[in-house]
């Protein structure tokens, strides 16, 4: 696969690691910054062009044409929807890009872009969660309307002992798995949940403050 990253920062720079790991790929990355190519050229086997990746020149010297899929990794949306549109221009039809502002999404989607939450925005919702919930280790967002989330049950839960279908689960809300002694269970209702087990839950954003809540009885 040709890949081709704009942005030598951090993401740039763990998304070339990962993807020379992964396989027989061909990775370019352009950046304005000289030192970061400098990087990227010592520790990668991947071509680095420092350059400013909004000129088409630029593009032109990276063969973007050629590219299988391009990403855009700045923390500029001005940027990356730029080199995203010349490189839609050039027949790239794989498009992928971090987006900084919620604001930029409808741009992002009109040039149909596959968007990446910007780390720091994730981060942050996930620091709030923490905040909100502490009960709750782990979320993920699933499309627009899901998460799922992992929950442990402490030790002096009174739900450790009852199974999944007397736990007074919200609506649309599931129990997808239970990890246990080291071990992965995928539960049917009856199931029952013991101190120490860690409970994978998927639920309606609606429906997680109640869930939440719940476990903490």
Not at 8 to 35: F, S
Not at 173 to 191: C, G, Q, W, Y
């Amino acid at each position: 696969m040709y890949i081709v990253i704009i942005g030598a920062g951090g993401i740039g720079k763990r998304l070339t690691e990962l993807a020379l790991k992964d396989g027989n790929h061909n990775v370019i990355v352009i950046d304005k910054n000289q030192e970061a190519c400098e990087e990227i050229a010592r520790k990668y086997d991947a071509v680095a062009i420092n350059a400013d990746a909004t000129q088409e020149e630029t593009l032109e010297e990276s063969e973007v044409k050629k590219a299988d899929v391009l990403v855009a990794t700045t923390n500029d949306d001005a940027t990356n929807l730029m080199v995203i549109s010349l490189a839609k221009n050039k027949g790239v039809k794989n498009l992928v890009s971090v987006v900084n502002q919620e604001e930029s999404k409808p741009m992002y989607m009109e040039k149909g872009v596959k968007m990446i939450k910007s780390p720091n925005i994730v981060m942050a919702e996930h620091l709030y969660k923490s905040i909100k919930h502490p009960n709750v280790e782990e979320y993920m967002n699933v499309g627009k309307y899901a998460e799922i989330f992992r929950i442990p049950i402490s030790d002096n839960s009174k739900h450790s002992g009852k199974t999944i279908k007397k736990l007074g689960l919200p609506k649309k809300s599931l129990i997808v798995a239970i990890e246990r002694d080291h071990k992965f269970i995928i539960p049917t209702e009856n199931v029952q949940l013991f101190s120490g087990d860690k409970v994978t839950v998927l639920a309606h954003k609606d429906q997680v403050d109640k869930v939440a809540e719940l476990f903490l009885e």
